[in-house]
Antibody, heavy 119, light 107 residues
Framework: QVQMVQSGAEVKKPGASVKVSCKTS????????ISWVRQAPGQGLEWMGW????????NYAQKFQDRVTMTTDTSTGTAYMELRSLRSDDTAVYYC????????????WGQGTLVTVSS | SSELTQPPSVSVSPGQTASITCSGN??????TSWYQQKPGQSPVLVIY???KRPSGIPERFSGSNSGDTATLTISGTQAMDEADYYC??????????FGGGTKLTVL
């Protein structure tokens, strides 16, 4: 079955960077994209961006365009999301999700990674 | 602010039908998905491509999408359906966007 296992919780200081990983299994990695979605405490879901595991093409939400980089390692089936210049309002649970091409749905999700930004 | 508008909360009695709406400009021209999220858990896909149910999702979950409104309908609502529900739309020009979420209470 499809599995998406994310890296563990992180605590960062304002201005630092964080890199979250998402290791996939149970499907052919390059046949789907990966999106990253975050959820601040008590808030809703916020789409951050998407990367094609096939060719590395990316589509970032305008809000994060200057601070986020999404990459993949096809040899290990792992996706990465790096967020720079962290602020306190970046404190959130970050999810990776498998994006089904053509219908724009997220059919499998990682367990989430809590990133806490605090001085 | 979200480009998709959902009611913050919906209440339903057990066994009754719950309807959760999601409004957005020409939403009917986009593919809409719905996710269920219980406290402390990751979201789970319950409806995709407006009306389709993934395997393992009970038949009581159904969806529709027309004009500016998509609707998630839960027939014969059970206590286990109490959760937050998020709509999400996608098209090639605007990429992905989520609604603000609706807390479904079964009382």
């Amino acid at each position: 079955q499809v599995q998406m296992v994310q890296s563990g919780a992180e605590v960062k200081k304002p201005g630092a960077s964080v890199k979250v990983s998402c290791k996939t299994s149970g499907y052919t990695f390059i046949t789907y994209g990966i999106s990253w979605v975050r959820q601040a405490p008590g808030q809703g879901l916020e789409w951050m961006g998407w990367i094609s595991a096939y060719n590395g093409n990316t589509n970032y939400a305008q809000k994060f365009q200057d601070r986020v980089t999404m990459t993949t390692d096809t040899s290990t089936g792992t996706a990465y999301m790096e967020l720079r210049s962290l602020r306190s309002d970046d404190t959130a649970v970050y999810y990776c999700a498998r994006a089904s091409g053509g219908v724009g749905t997220f059919d499998s999700w990682g367990q989430g990674t809590l990133v806490t930004v605090s001085s | 602010s979200s480009e998709l508008t959902q009611p913050p909360s919906v209440s339903v009695s057990p066994g009754q039908t719950a309807s959760i709406t999601c409004s957005g400009n020409k939403l009917g021209n986009k593919y809409t998905s719905w996710y269920q999220q219980k406290p402390g858990q990751s979201p789970v896909l319950v409806i995709y491509q407006d009306t389709k149910r993934p395997s393992g999702i009970p038949e009581r979950f159904s969806g529709s999408n027309s004009g500016d409104t998509a609707t998630l309908t839960i027939s014969g609502t059970q206590a286990m359906d109490e959760a937050d529900y998020y709509c999400q739309a996608w098209d090639t020009s605007t990429a992905w966007v989520f609604g603000g979420g609706t807390k479904l209470t079964v009382l």
